[in-house]
């Protein structure tokens, strides 16, 4: 699968060209640096996929869809970008994009989206005809994907409190949460929050490393799984 990048920070095109990298399948045939250079290089490389970005020096991403469209008819398109403005969103979903990420990306994320567009280019490769649950399986979003495939959350763990958790987790960083510090946060007891904290570890969205303090005993603290 021959993918284009089209973003005018060079660091970034080339931190999205090693996570391309990192999928099995996947050759990066350009990177250009603008609206001008992507639309040549479009015709030259007639890449399955396009990275696109909205910002760029001279035009728009967005007010390039047409021009792409026109110039190279076989390709998908998906946004990569910092734009959330309503009127951009609306026009890139008008133009028929893939995907719409907004930056700053996880590897995750990006990853996922990938091997989602992968399923999708096999999927029309294979089938002669569609049926519905095809159809729907086709109009997923990546996030819809990851939920449907997510396990159920067992008795006891509200998912709204334990997105709350991983969101703390997250906030703490490096510095990570007792169990004590996480309750404090919630509103809730220490053996409530050590719970959610013990569960996010079982999902592998969390970890814990015993902490030696210079008195008392050590404590068992929580950290954010990267």
Not at 79 to 91: F, G, H, L, P, S
Not at 144 to 164: C, H, Q, Y
Not at 177 to 193: N, R, V, W
């Amino acid at each position: 699968m021959k993918v284009m990048i089209s973003e005018d920070d060079f660091r970034v095109a080339e931190m999205h060209a090693q996570f391309l990298r990192m999928i099995d399948g996947v050759e990066v045939v350009g990177k250009a640096l603008n609206a001008e250079d992507t639309l040549d290089m479009l015709v030259e490389h007639q890449p399955d996929l396009l990275l696109l970005d909205v910002y760029m020096p001279d035009r728009l991403g967005v007010d390039i869809l047409h021009d792409v469209r026109e110039k190279a008819p076989q390709v998908d398109v998906i946004m990569i970008t910092a734009a959330k403005e309503k009127e951009i969103v609306e026009k890139a979903l008008k133009y028929g994009i893939v995907d719409y990420i907004i930056k700053p990306i996880t590897l995750e994320r990006f990853q996922q989206t990938i091997e989602d567009y992968q399923k999708r280019k096999v999927l029309f490769a294979e089938a002669e005809t569609f049926d519905q649950t095809m159809v729907d399986e086709l109009m997923k979003t990546p996030q819809e994907e990851a939920e449907s495939s997510a396990p159920p959350v067992p008795k006891g763990i509200d998912p709204l409190t334990l997105e709350k958790v991983e969101s703390m987790l997250k906030q703490a960083k490096e510095e990570g949460l007792t169990a004590e510090q996480a309750s404090h946060q919630m509103g809730a007891s220490k053996t409530t929050a050590r719970r959610y904290l013990e569960y996010l570890i079982t999902i592998r969205k969390g970890k814990a490393e015993m902490n030696y303090g210079r008195v008392g005993r050590p404590e068992r603290k929580y950290y954010v799984r990267k």
